[in-house]
């Protein structure tokens, strides 16, 4: 079993894809995840904070680090240094966090984990949330127009994370929102759902990604590709197993 680190940031494009690739990685491999602060709201969103747990178990080099419990200083991204880590897989990557890492700013617990990657010589793999247009699912919400303001409203009564509110017109909380999608076969009229996005490059964005290949990173085009990816840095780079006691 070799030792990946896994980053995640706040985007939910391909995030959902990059969990199922990381269960698939996890199999083979330990995974010890870092998840920044947005990335920890988005995965809420989205429904996916609990699965984490099924990818990193909890044991040394497979606990899950939330960026909100880590101080200001992210001690755990030491590791890095101290040769803990074998590669370091961000998936999926924002605009922002590619932006940080190209112009070398460390002030999030991923960009703080890349830093210190490269500073060690460890491999960097990055899928970018703007590598090529797509379209991607926005998180749950309400349509005004189809909500009726129902007297008893089943979707706000059966939420478990009580994140719908509202007299006239029901909205959805999203910091509070778990993504379980409990609401959106209860509501009669139809008025919750999630809306599909366009999502364009911009030209800055691009001209990110391409600093970071120049540096050295591994730029992936897709979440599909990450398995083959980090089997592919493990035999290139003739990554043996190494004791971390």
């Not at 269960?23 to 920890?40: I, L, Q, W």
């Not at 880590?70 to 370091?88: I, Q």
């Not at 030209?203 to 980090?230: F, H, K, T």
């Amino acid at each position: 079993m070799r030792r990946v680190a896994w980053g995640i940031t706040g985007g939910g494009q391909y995030l959902a894809e990059s969990v199922r690739a990381m269960r698939e990685v996890a199999a083979r491999h330990r995974v010890c995840t870092f998840v920044s602060k947005a990335g920890e709201e988005v995965l809420r969103m989205y429904g996916l904070l609990d699965g984490l747990h099924e990818i990193s178990r909890g044991s040394y080099l497979e606990e899950i680090f939330l960026e909100r419990e880590s101080g200001s200083s992210f001690p755990m991204t030491g590791r890095f240094m101290l040769g803990r880590f074998d590669m370091l897989l961000i998936a999926p990557a924002t605009s922002n966090t590619v932006a940080k890492i190209a112009c070398g700013i460390a002030d999030t617990i991923v960009t703080n984990a890349a830093a210190l990657a490269e500073k060690a010589d460890v491999p960097v793999l990055v899928l970018p949330t703007d590598v090529r247009e797509v379209v991607t699912r926005a998180p749950y919400a309400v349509n005004r127009g189809l909500c009726e303001a129902c007297e008893i409203c089943p979707p706000q009564t059966a939420c478990p994370g009580g994140a719908i509110s509202g007299d006239e017109i029901r909205s959805i909380d999203l910091m509070r929102c778990k993504g379980c999608g409990t609401c959106l076969p209860l509501c009669r009229t139809g008025a919750i759902y999630a809306e599909r996005m366009n999502v364009r490059r911009r030209s800055i964005d691009m001209r990110n990604i391409e600093l970071l290949r120049e540096r050295g990173y591994m730029i992936l085009e897709s979440p599909e590709e990450i398995p083959a990816a980090v089997e592919g840095v493990m035999i290139n780079n003739n990554i043996e197993v190494q004791r971390t006691e």
